[in-house]
């Protein structure tokens, strides 16, 4: 007996939901073999705007659940994926035209990333904070907090370990995230929106867009909202750009040498000084 071929239908993830694009627009995915994958959604302005919104209400109570929490729920995230290796290996080799053992290495770096990053959260306080000598009868403490909304250009290749290794470090942090996936390369991120909706991961601190860089790039650097960048996936030209733009209202912009590093994570986290009189 031979079953309906379902074609999987590949949407936005805004606020915990998978909706279309408001514009009603998509664009076409070749595979590695120039055959049709798959029609992506393409964003508009105002779907980021929509993404923004979610990031935005959904920022504070993920920067104030417990660092442990946060590590919990990015650990999760790699259980989820570990389950779901076969459909991201089947992805990456059809887009990528990679074979399939290195797709399967990409998948469990990946996976790994959601680890390593998982462990730093509950330590970053104790790695980067520090209790400062003053003079005066003071407690004087610095603490690293979020910085608050972050947008994050995936790198093309490797699809879903670019996408990964921009994501984790901004979760870790108690950031809320805008992920823009790679514009020939996005059908990955797209499925880790789906691991990332069912991982205990709180609508709205992860928000993937798909569609065209240079529709979106403008209205991101120009966005008051939108307090940091990471442009792993833009060329020079296009950082230049984002850079320009995103002057008006001081946009910290990021990028980063590959590999997983703690300061990927520190980067867009800011540092509170606290001071406390003696035996009150």
């Known amino acids: 007996m031979s079953s309906l071929d379902v074609n999987k239908t590949y949407k936005l993830f805004i606020g915990g939901a ?9 664009y076409e995915i070749k595979g590695a ?7 992506p959604a393409l964003a508009s302005r105002k779907d980021l705007r929509d993404a923004v919104v979610a990031a935005k209400s959904a920022q504070s109570g993920w920067a104030n659940a417990t660092a442990f929490n946060r590590g919990q729920i990015l650990y999760r995230i790699a259980e989820i994926m570990q389950g779901r290796s076969e459909q991201f290996v089947e992805e990456i080799c059809a887009l990528e035209g990679v074979t399939t053992k290195a797709a399967k290495i990409q998948v469990v770096e990946a996976i790994d990333t959601w680890v390593w990053y998982s462990g730093w959260c509950d330590k970053l306080s104790s790695v980067s904070g520090s209790q400062n000598q003053v003079s005066g009868p003071f ?22 370990l670019g996408a990964v290794r921009t994501l984790a470090p901004v979760l870790a942090g108690g950031n809320s995230a805008i992920l823009i996936a790679s514009e020939s390369y996005p059908l990955p991120a797209i499925t880790l929106g789906e691991v990332i909706a069912t991982s205990d ?6 928000n993937i867009l798909t569609g065209k860089t240079s529709e979106l790039l403008p209205w991101i650097g120009s966005h008051m909202e939108i307090d940091g960048v990471d442009v792993a996936g833009l060329n020079k030209k296009q950082e230049d750009e984002i850079k320009l733009v995103g002057a008006d209202n001081l946009k910290r912009i990021s990028r980063f040498a590959l590999g997983n ?13 606290i001071w406390h009189p003696i035996g009150i």
Do not use: D
């Open 201 to 206: 991961v709180p609508g709205g601190v992860v």
């Open 139 to 160: 407690y004087n403490f610095t603490t690293p907090e979020a910085l608050g909304v972050i947008a994050l250009f995936a790198e093309g290749k490797p699809s879903l």
């Open 18 to 26: 998978f909706p279309r694009s408001e514009s009603g627009r998509v």
């Open 261 to 273: 590093h703690p300061e990927r994570i520190l980067s867009f986290m800011e540092h509170k000084t």
């Open 33 to 39: 073999n120039k055959k049709f994958l798959a029609n």
